[in-house]
């Protein structure tokens, strides 16, 4: 029987409604301590039904990830409105932690190749309405950005997992022998590439979830020896306890069975204004994929068009909102500013234009009028109500129009359509 670690969780909120969404968890019975490395942070203590089935994870208001997952955007450390480069991103847990460290003012271009994955990546964005990230789908080593672009890079590629696999016995059989090989070679050339990219000062940090020393301390002292990155030395996290190996000074190896997490690897690199362009020849390597909404395509709106009763584009982070055949999407100011004008990439989803207005997506809580329009908010406060309003029960709400904001207390939740003044929920 796998061991199971207690769970972590990180809260997606703005500081200020922290309170509430630890009193959502509250009313349904879950009990959390903080964790010391983060004040985002949380470990559970008391899981009555699982957290993943839980209002708070529903709205988007926590993510749950494994503790030793939520270091290397710390390790990162991007200041707010810094632009962050993930180069291997599905599903988003480290994107999405950088995209709340960057703040809105801030910008993640989140990358992977994998169509499925690119497809929960997108869907993990939007649940927790991180709008300053947007997506892209390239095989890493060939990112078609500017050399020497970004100051902030993550790189955690695919991996053996072997820091896993008390969870998930079968990695230790799946990757073996020659299978590494090509593990570790694909590592190789996406630090290449990850280094290319990185401008003069900027820094990468490099993570792995496996114990091997091959994709670890090896893969740092070859971005080291071959690529002219320069080893940083990461001060060890609170709550951990670290392992220590040959040639791995400077960077750290979470103990897995001691941590109570999974076994994981983080080093921080940086380039120095010395280093030259590892990969300058492999910027044109890839063209752009046709057929998809490229930085271009999309029709800009007038902010006329998003104001509604649910919706308040004055809180909408730097940047705007264009039209993408039926969908609004938000294209961020630096995105406008960074990415090559031949990159394919998708802004975040804010909804649909129907009728020449924006009918928002009904997980997009960020643009709620606050406080809530006694004209167009339903406004709960028994949690027995709401999951039933989950559970498909529609509620009389005597209020008019189409659409109405759906509150829990003073938590702004999304909305839901109105049908002759009885509120529907249609998350999906
Ligand atoms: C370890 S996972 C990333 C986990 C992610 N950073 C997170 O925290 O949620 C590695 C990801 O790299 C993707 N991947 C595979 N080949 C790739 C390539 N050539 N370039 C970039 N990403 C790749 C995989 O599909 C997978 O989603």
Same mark, same amino acid.
């Given at each position: 029987?796998?061991?199971?670690?207690?769970?972590?969780?990180?809260? =997606?909120?703005?500081?200020?409604?922290?309170?509430?969404?630890?009193?959502?968890?509250?009313?349904?019975?879950?009990?959390?301590?903080?964790?010391?490395?983060?004040?985002?942070?949380?470990?559970?203590?008391?899981?009555?039904?699982?957290?993943?089935?839980?209002?708070?994870?529903?709205?988007?208001?926590? !993510?749950?990830?494994?503790?030793?997952?939520?270091? +290397?955007? #710390?390790?990162?450390?991007?200041?707010?409105?810094?632009?962050?480069?993930?180069?291997?991103?599905?599903?988003?847990?480290?994107?999405?932690?950088?995209?709340?460290?960057?703040?809105?003012?801030?910008?993640?271009?989140?990358?992977?190749?994998? +169509?499925?994955?690119?497809?929960?990546?997108?869907? /993990? #964005?939007?649940?927790? /309405?991180?709008? *300053?990230?947007?997506?892209?789908?390239?095989?890493?080593? /060939?990112?078609?950005?500017?050399?020497?672009?970004?100051?902030?890079?993550?790189?955690?590629?695919?991996?053996?997992?072997?820091?896993?696999?008390?969870?998930?016995?079968?990695?230790?059989?799946?990757?073996?022998?020659?299978? #590494?090989?090509?593990?570790?070679?694909?590592?190789?050339?996406?630090?290449?590439?990850?280094?290319?990219?990185?401008?003069?000062?900027?820094? #990468?940090? !490099?993570?792995?979830?496996? &114990? $091997?020393?091959?994709? $670890?301390? %090896?893969? =740092?002292?070859?971005?080291?020896?071959?690529?002219?990155? =320069?080893?940083?030395?990461?001060?060890?996290?609170?709550?951990?306890?670290?392992?220590?190996?040959?040639?791995?000074?400077?960077?750290?190896?979470?103990?897995?069975?001691?941590?109570?997490?999974?076994?994981?690897?983080?080093?921080?690199?940086?380039?120095?204004?010395?280093?030259? /362009?590892?990969?300058?020849?492999? *910027? &044109?390597?890839?063209?752009?994929?046709?057929?998809?909404?490229?930085?271009?395509?999309?029709? @800009?709106?007038?902010?006329?068009?998003?104001?509604?009763?649910?919706?308040?584009?004055?809180?909408?982070?730097?940047?705007?909102?264009?039209? !993408?055949?039926?969908?609004?999407?938000?294209?961020?100011?630096?995105?406008?500013?960074?990415? @090559?004008?031949?990159?394919?990439?998708?802004?975040?989803?804010?909804?649909?234009?129907?009728?020449?207005?924006?009918? @928002? %997506?009904?997980?997009?809580?960020?643009?709620?009028?606050?406080?809530?329009? @006694?004209?167009?908010?339903? =406004?709960?406060?028994?949690?027995?109500?709401?999951?039933?309003?989950?559970?498909?029960?529609?509620? *009389?709400?005597?209020? %008019?129009?189409?659409?109405?904001?759906?509150?829990?207390?003073?938590?702004?939740?999304?909305?839901?359509?109105?049908?002759?003044?009885?509120?529907?929920?249609?998350?999906?």
């Amino acid at each position: 029987m796998p061991k199971q670690h207690s769970r972590s969780f990180r809260l =997606v909120c703005e500081d200020r409604l922290i309170p509430l969404v630890e009193a959502l968890l509250h009313a349904q019975g879950y009990a959390f301590e903080p964790e010391p490395f983060s004040p985002l942070c949380r470990r559970l203590c008391c899981e009555p039904r699982p957290l993943g089935a839980s209002l708070a994870a529903f709205f988007g208001y926590i !993510y749950i990830q494994d503790r030793s997952s939520m270091l +290397p955007p #710390l390790a990162l450390a991007p200041r707010p409105g810094e632009a962050v480069l993930d180069v291997c991103a599905s599903p988003g847990s480290k994107s999405g932690f950088l995209a709340q460290l960057t703040g809105p003012t801030g910008f993640v271009l989140a990358n992977e190749p994998t +169509p499925a994955r690119l497809g929960t990546l997108r869907a /993990n #964005l939007h649940q927790c /309405n991180l709008l *300053q990230a947007a997506t892209c789908s390239y095989n890493g080593e /060939n990112l078609p950005l500017a050399p020497a672009s970004w100051n902030a890079i993550q790189l955690d590629p695919p991996c053996s997992g072997w820091g896993t696999a008390e969870k998930h016995p079968r990695v230790l059989k799946l990757w073996q022998g020659d299978k #590494l090989n090509s593990l570790t070679g694909l590592q190789q050339r996406l630090l290449r590439r990850a280094a290319s990219l990185l401008a003069p000062g900027g820094r #990468l940090v !490099y993570s792995t979830c496996t &114990t $091997n020393e091959a994709e $670890n301390e %090896a893969q =740092v002292r070859f971005a080291e020896e071959e690529l002219g990155l =320069v080893r940083e030395t990461l001060p060890p996290f609170p709550g951990f306890v670290w392992e220590e190996r040959s040639g791995g000074a400077g960077t750290l190896r979470v103990d897995g069975e001691k941590s109570q997490a999974q076994g994981f690897y983080l080093a921080l690199l940086r380039k120095t204004a010395e280093c030259g /362009n590892a990969d300058a020849t492999a *910027q &044109t390597a890839s063209g752009p994929r046709k057929g998809r909404e490229g930085r271009d395509a999309g029709r @800009p709106l007038p902010p006329e068009c998003l104001a509604g009763p649910c919706c308040d584009p004055a809180l909408l982070p730097p940047g705007r909102a264009a039209l !993408y055949g039926e969908h609004v999407r938000f294209i961020p100011e630096q995105a406008t500013e960074m990415l @090559p004008p031949d990159l394919i990439w998708q802004g975040a989803l804010l909804g649909r234009l129907t009728g020449g207005r924006l009918s @928002p %997506a009904p997980r997009l809580r960020r643009l709620l009028p606050e406080p809530p329009r @006694p004209d167009a908010a339903l =406004v709960l406060d028994d949690i027995a109500d709401l999951t039933a309003l989950l559970s498909g029960q529609s509620r *009389q709400t005597g209020l %008019a129009g189409r659409e109405a904001a759906l509150w829990w207390r003073d938590l702004p939740l999304g909305r839901v359509a109105l049908k002759q003044g009885r509120a529907v929920a249609t998350f999906k």
